[in-house]
């Protein structure tokens, strides 16, 4: 199946609970006729550009014994004022399953080092974003500059693109 970026998926769903032991999270699950039009055995993980209640965010799906859920954020729910089990409309499109946003700060760090940005490159999105991730959700610039030199560190040893 090839993946349609112009075309406009909705659907009504509800938050839900999904308890991982030593995570809880709040998630929207998918209802089957929706997956029925995805491209997930291709993208299992697949990058969506989501719209629930009118607040944007770029979200991936997330499997579970057969079943796909989007994990919603604290900050999510405050800014669409969700609730457990309360309805709510999702609206989404296929995102660009290459895309990876990048923090200044590691944009910085891979234009000034040029072994950093070739090692990069050998990366897979997902590898791309899970470093970015890791700088992205520092509170502190302390922690920050502390995960930069870390991510920098694993990429530039890594010698595959699933061994960073």
Same mark, same amino acid.
């Given at each position: ?5 112009d075309?406009?998926y ?7 609970i999904?308890d991982m ?11 089957d006729h ?7 055995k ?8 989501? !719209?629930?209640?009118d ?5 991936a799906?997330q ?5 796909w859920? *989007?994990? *919603?954020? %604290? ?5 669409a004022? *969700? ?13 660009d ?13 891979? !234009? ?5 940005k ?5 990366? /897979? ?9 890791r700088v992205?959700?520092?509170k502190?610039?302390q ?11 694993e990429? *530039?040893?890594?010698d /595959?693109? %699933?061994?960073?």
């Amino acid at each position: 199946m090839s993946v349609d970026r112009d075309t406009v998926y909705s659907f009504d769903g509800e938050i839900d609970i999904y308890d991982m032991g030593r995570m809880v999270y709040k998630v929207i699950y998918f209802p089957d006729h929706i997956l029925e039009q995805l491209p997930m055995k291709e993208y299992p993980r697949l990058r969506l550009e989501v !719209d629930i209640e009118d607040i944007p965010a770029n979200l991936a799906m997330q499997p579970q014994g057969g079943r796909w859920y *989007l994990i *919603l954020s %604290s900050e999510m729910m405050k800014k669409a004022e *969700l609730d457990f089990r309360k309805p709510v409309r999702i609206r989404f499109t296929i995102a660009d399953q290459t895309y990876v946003e990048i923090p200044d700060i590691l944009r910085q760090e891979i !234009d000034r080092n040029k072994k950093l940005k070739i090692k990069r490159e050998t990366l /897979t999105p997902g590898k791309k974003r899970s470093f970015a991730h890791r700088v992205l959700s520092a509170k502190t610039d302390q922690t920050k500059f502390k995960r930069l030199k870390e991510v920098t560190s694993e990429v *530039l040893k890594s010698d /595959t693109e %699933s061994d960073p």
